[in-house]
C-alpha cells in the first residue's frame, strides 16, 4: 500500500532497517530514537523508508506519528544533595547552605536565577524561587504542619516514584503565593518551595528528581 506519511522511531536502542520484511533479514543500517523518516509504502505491519540513501523496511510497532516532545532538562546541571540528585536550569545558580537549627532544616538548598547570598539573611523571610529542605521531622508531621494553613489547597503528585503533597497558599509574612512540595527521603521530610510564580521551574526540576 502507498503511503506518504513521516514517523518517528520509537525504540530507545535503535530500530534495524532491514532489507526485507522480516526480523531476521540483513540488517542495512541502525536508526537512532526519535528519528524522523518519510513512509514510502506499507505492508503487512512494515514501513519501507530510505534512511542515509538506503531503501530498507522498519517494524511499524516501533514507529509513532506524534513528534518526540524536546527535553528542556537534557544540558542542565545536576545537584547531589543528602539522598537525592536534581537538575537546574543552565544559568542559575545553586547555594547549599547546609544545616539550619532555627527552621530545625538538616540541609538547605537553594536555586535561583539570581546570585544568592553566601548565609541566609537573619531578620526576615528567605525568599528564592526554588528551595530544596529536608527536615528533621518525618513527612507526617510537615504535611500536618502545611494542611493546616488557613486557606491552603492541597492536591497529590507523582514525583520520583512516590506520591507527593503539594500545597499552594499565600504567605501571611511576605503576602507572596508560596508551593510546597512533600515527600519522604529516609523516614525524613524531603520540602521543595517556590515562591513568585517559579512553579513550572520547580515542576520541571521535580521530573528529574532521583532519590537514593
Given amino acids: 500500500v502507498a503511503k506518504d506519511i513521516e514517523v518517528y522511531i520509537m525504540a530507545d536502542g535503535g530500530l534495524s532497517l532491514r532489507q526485507d520484511r522480516n526480523s531476521s533479514s540483513k540488517r542495512l543500517a541502525l536508526i ?4 524522523k523518516l518519510k513512509v514510502s509504502q506499507e505492508l503487512e505491519g512494515w514501513y519501507k523508508v530510505n ?6 523496511w522498519i517494524s511499524k510497532t516501533y514507529t509513532t506519528t506524534t513528534a518526540p516532545v ?5 544540558d542542565w546541571k545536576t545537584f547531589a544533595g543528602s539522598g537525592y540528585k536534581i537538575k537546574y536550569q543552565t544559568g542559575w545558580s545553586v547555594q547549599d547552605y547546609g544545616k539550619n537549627d532555627t527552621t530545625g532544616m538538616t540541609s538547605v538548598v537553594a536555586f ?6 553566601v548565609t541566609i539573611p537573619t531578620g526576615s523571610d528567605f ?8 527536615s528533621s521531622k518525618t513527612a507526617d508531621s510537615i504535611n500536618q504542619t502545611y494542611a493546616a494553613i488557613s486557606g491552603v489547597v492541597v492536591e497529590n503528585l507523582s514525583v520520583a516514584g512516590q506520591t507527593a503533597k503539594k500545597y ?14 512533600i515527600m519522604t527521603i529516609d523516614g525524613r521530610a524531603l520540602v521543595f518551595t517556590e515562591a513568585g510564580g517559579y512553579y513550572d ?8 528528581l532521583t532519590i537514593g
Avoid: C, F, H, R
Avoid at 534512511?51 to 530498507?56: F, I, M, S
Avoid at 524536546?70 to 537534557?74: E, M, S
Avoid at 525568599?127 to 529536608?134: D, E, R, T, Y
Fill in 127 to 134: 525568599i528564592a524561587p526554588v528551595v530544596a529542605n529536608i
Fill in 201 to 208: 521551574d520547580l515542576l520541571k526540576m521535580l521530573n528529574t
Fill in 32 to 35: 537512532p530514537n526519535e528519528t
Fill in 70 to 74: 524536546a527535553d528542556v532538562t537534557k
Fill in 51 to 56: 534512511y542515509e540513501d538506503k531503501d530498507g
Fill in 112 to 117: 535561583s536565577n539570581q546570585t544568592l547570598p
Fill in 168 to 181: 499552594t497558599y499565600t504567605s501571611t509574612t511576605s503576602n507572596t503565593q508560596v508551593t510546597a512540595v
